[in-house]
């Protein structure tokens, strides 16, 4: 292994524990404001914050150039007028989301029956404007696996947004003390970066040559994140027909504590993939065992949280939000078949097989979005996670095809956490299974 592909996995090694570090802090802060806020606070207001959520992550996703993905990748990532082209994309994106955030307010207020969506997501929208903003060095970072500071200054900017919520749900007991929080969050996360991290400051610059790179490889991440909208916001949008705003901010409580582990692992992989397999470290046997520890501690936290999911609940909420319990169960479990292949998709994005990497997602996101609305029309709650554990488990062998077409794919990996797998679900539904089978409605 080349000395250079030696220095990145040290960086990446350090990039994980960072990243992890900061994940964890995070929730550890999510989870103690979440507890303040939920006495604060009606479940109605998680509901309704669940609904402007899926506005403000579609209309990202739907508009995602992959400006962070190309910069990590591209071989002028760290060309100043490359740059520049970039932040001005962005901008430009920021300001047309906030304006078509505006426009949706009153048709998903209508869509979803809930009138002060109206009100909420103009305001709300306004974090997509500020994030517009964000310097390009946030990325060069990335690129290059220099991740400390980076991961402080966003740190005390999530610090900063959450206290901020506590503190006007406080002294404003509404879903606007949700909002207002964010928009704080976000503003400070632009401020601090602006002026925290190395390097020249971003100026609107616009060079043919560099927008055209952009845009051709972004055609394919933005195909790929309209599709990745069904994988993370799929489950909310659809629930938001069938369950009511009380229902809805309990199922989001429920979400927001069975997901911890397996969107923990999906952080650190986002972040530290990429340059990995640019740099063709994945021959190191360090990070083979890496994918095996990652994949197999991921499986045993989401078990450990099914088992514990009611007794969880009943410590931390009040008689409110019992009902979460479950909803902890049953996202655990149907989280665990899409672990394992979470660390094959980003060698796609590495090799600039952007084509490859939006076929996956749009299989994923097809076959997810069916099977939770044929099992939600079908069985009800219980029905839809099903058909969501099904999902993962259909497109395993897509994820292996592509992962072995760019020359990654461990198949003793995937067998040996499958079973595993399998031997943990027995377990957790031994236990569950009576109790889960009333969220099915037959």
């Known amino acids: 292994m080349t000395q250079e592909a030696t220095g990145v996995m040290g960086r990446a090694l350090r990039g994980s524990a960072l990243t992890a570090m ?6 550890g802060l999510r989870l103690a404001s979440n507890l303040i806020l939920t006495r604060l606070l009606f479940p109605e207001a998680f509901g309704l914050m669940a609904l402007v959520s899926v506005v403000l992550v579609g209309l990202q996703m739907f508009s995602d150039t992959g400006i962070g993905p ?23 994106r920021g ?11 009153w048709p998903m207020a209508a869509l979803w029956e809930a009138d002060a969506l109206r009100q909420l997501l103009p305001v709300a929208g306004l974090t997509l404007l500020i994030s517009g903003f964000n310097p390009t060095r946030i990325d060069t970072a990335n690129r290059h696996l220099v991740l ?3 991961t402080a200054l966003d740190l005390i900017a999530q610090a900063f947004g959450i206290l901020a919520m506590v503190v006007l749900a406080a002294l404003w007991p509404s879903v606007w003390a ?8 976000s503003a400070a996360k632009l401020v601090l970066c602006w002026f925290g991290l190395p390097g020249a ?3 609107f610059h616009w060079e043919p040559r560099a927008a055209q790179e952009l845009l051709h490889f972004g055609k394919w991440i933005l195909l790929s994140t309209v599709c990745g909208f069904l994988l993370a916001q799929g489950d909310k949008a659809i629930l938001g027909r069938y369950l009511s705003l009380e229902d809805l901010g309990i199922y989001n409580v429920g979400y927001f504590l069975a997901s911890f582990p397996a969107l923990l692992a999906r952080s650190v992989v986002a972040r530290v993939m990429i340059p990995l397999y640019r740099n063709k470290a994945e021959g190191d046997g360090r990070l083979r065992k890496a994918r095996w520890a990652v994949t197999a501690g991921v499986l045993l936290a989401l078990a450990g949280l099914a088992l514990i999911g009611e007794p969880l609940v009943r410590l931390l909420y009040d008689e409110r939000y019992l009902a979460a319990g479950l909803i902890v169960t049953a996202v655990a479990l149907a989280e665990m078949p899409g672990i394992i292949g979470m660390t094959y998709d980003q060698s796609a994005l590495a090799e600039g097989d952007g084509r490859g990497y939006f076929t996956l997602i749009a299989q994923r996101a097809l076959a997810q979005t069916l099977a939770f609305l044929l099992g939600a029309e079908l069985g009800g709650l219980g029905g839809a996670f099903l058909g969501l554990g099904l999902s993962g488990l259909v497109t395993l062998p897509l994820i292996a095809r592509l992962a072995h077409r760019h020359g990654v794919w461990d198949m003793r990996h995937d067998l040996a956490m499958l079973g595993l797998m399998a031997v943990l679900m027995l377990l957790v539904l031994s236990v569950t299974g009576p109790a889960l089978l009333g969220l099915f409605n037959f």
Request: hydrophobic content about 50%; glycine content about 10%; overall charge positive.
């Open 148 to 150: 400390g500071r980076l």
């Open 95 to 105: 300001a047309l989301l906030w304006l078509l955030c505006c426009a949706l307010a």
């Open 201 to 203: 400051a971003n100026r």
């Open 22 to 27: 900061a994940y964890v802090v995070t929730q």
């Open 70 to 92: 190309a910069i990590s990748r591209s071989p002028r990532g760290d060309d100043p007028q490359f740059l520049n082209t970039a932040w001005t994309v962005n901008v430009g």
């Open 178 to 185: 949700l909002v207002w929080g964010a928009l704080l969050g």
